[in-house]
Nanobody, 116 residues
Framework: QVQLVESGGGLVQAGGSLRLSCAAS????????MGWYRQAPGKQRELVAT???????NYADSVTGRFTISRDNAKNTVYLQMNSLKPEDTSVYYC??????????WGQGTQVTVSS
């Protein structure tokens, strides 16, 4: 089992920045990939960014060049630095991890609201 605790969401004006953090605990040695999804009201959950244990990253086209994902394997923590935020980035952001057995775990979600 892996437990995830997210932090860093909030309200920001368009053009501003926020940094999300997600700390994992429990069976962290089995974690391979970590990442972030988001879900806006009335929309499907969508991938934002992922990073594997070796540091290879993947981003949604809509956030490329604005968001940066990183991780600290020693702290079992993944970060999402979000710059140049837009109102359309407003969503609940969910941290997730997937282990080597392809079992995934999800955080409780943190609200990000970008005002115009």
């Amino acid at each position: 089992q892996v437990q995830l605790v997210e932090s860093g969401g909030g309200l920001v004006q368009a053009g501003g920045s926020l940094r999300l953090s997600c700390a994992a605990s429990g069976s962290t040695a089995d974690i391979n990939r970590m990442g972030w999804y988001r879900q806006a009201p009335g929309k499907q959950r969508e991938l934002v960014a992922t990073i594997n244990r070796g540091g290879s990253t993947n981003y949604a086209d809509s956030v490329t060049g604005r968001f940066t994902i990183s991780r600290d394997n020693a702290k079992n923590t993944v970060y999402l630095q979000m710059n140049s935020l837009k109102p359309e980035d407003t969503s609940v952001y969910y941290c997730y991890v997937i282990n080597w057995n392809s079992i995934d775990y999800w955080g409780q979600g943190t609200q990000v609201t970008v005002s115009s």
